[in-house]
Nanobody, 117 residues
Framework: QVQLVESGGGVVQAGGSPRLSCVAS????????MGWYRQAPGKQRELVAT???????NYADSVKGRFTISRDNAVNTVYLQMNSLKPEDTAVYYC???????????WGKGTLVTVSS
């Protein structure tokens, strides 16, 4: 099992640059990729960014050039640096981890980011 705990959400002004953190615990060594997803009110959950154990990254077109995902394996943490925030970035942001050893997806409880204009 893997447990994920997000932090760093809140109310931010448009143009702000908050950073989200996700700490993983449990069967850390089984994780092959981690990422961030978001769900805006009335919309489906969507991918924001992912990072593999090897460091390869992938971003949604809507956040390319503004968001950066990174991981610090020493503290079992994945970060999402968000820059130039827009009101349409308002959503609950969820941390995700995939274990190819167990074939399981794991989710955090989410952290709300509200961008005020």
């Amino acid at each position: 099992q893997v447990q994920l705990v997000e932090s760093g959400g809140g109310v931010v002004q448009a143009g702000g640059s908050p950073r989200l953190s996700c700490v993983a615990s449990g069967s850390i060594r089984s994780i092959s990729a981690m990422g961030w997803y978001r769900q805006a009110p009335g919309k489906q959950r969507e991918l924001v960014a992912t990072i593999t154990s090897g460091g390869s990254t992938n971003y949604a077109d809507s956040v390319k050039g503004r968001f950066t995902i990174s991981r610090d394996n020493a503290v079992n943490t994945v970060y999402l640096q968000m820059n130039s925030l827009k009101p349409e970035d308002t959503a609950v942001y969820y941390c995700h981890a995939y274990s190819n050893l167990y074939g399981m997806n794991y989710w955090g409880k989410g952290t709300l980011v509200t961008v005020s204009s």
